[in-house]
C-alpha cells in the first residue's frame, strides 16, 4: 500500500506552487496534464516505502512552461496556469482537502499584494528536469 507525502502549495495569479516534501526521494516521477491532473510517484525511507499522490487541479494548465526541481529534501514543481487568474482553492470539487495538503504561506501572497515571481528567492534552483507529458 502507498502511503502519501506532506505537499505545501501556494499561487500566483499565473502559477501555483506545488512542494512535495519527501526527503531522500528515489525514481521520483511527476506527471502533469493539460486538464489539471498531476500524479506523482516516489520510494524513500529506509524500507523503501511507496509514495503517490494524485491532484485534480482546480483548473487547465500550461504543461510546456510548467517546471520541476527533484531536490534532496524536497520536489518543486511551477505550475503555469492556463489562464491567468486566482483558483479559489488548489482542488478541483467540493471535498474537503486531504489531511496532507497544507498551504505554504512561506510563499503565499494576497491576490491584492500579487506582483510576480519576483519577491520569490528560488535559490538557483534547477528547473532543468521537464514534465512527462
Known sequence: MSRH?????????????????????????????????????????VEDHLYELKLDLFDKVNVEESKINIGVRSIFCVV?????????????????????????????VDEDEDNGLGDLDLGGMDFSVTTSA
Do not use: M
Open 80 to 108: 503555469e496556469k492556463a489562464e491567468k487568474g486566482w483558483w479559489k482553492k488548489l482542488l478541483r470539487g467540493d471535498e474537503k482537502a486531504p489531511h496532507y495538503l497544507k498551504v505554504d504561506w512561506d510563499k503565499w
Open 5 to 45: 507525502p506532506e505537499v505545501k502549495w501556494a499561487q500566483r495569479a499565473d502559477k501555483v506552487f506545488i512542494t512535495v516534501l519527501l526527503p531522500d526521494a528515489k525514481n521520483a516521477k511527476v506527471n502533469l496534464e493539460p486538464d489539471g491532473d498531476f500524479t506523482f510517484s516516489a520510494s524513500a525511507g
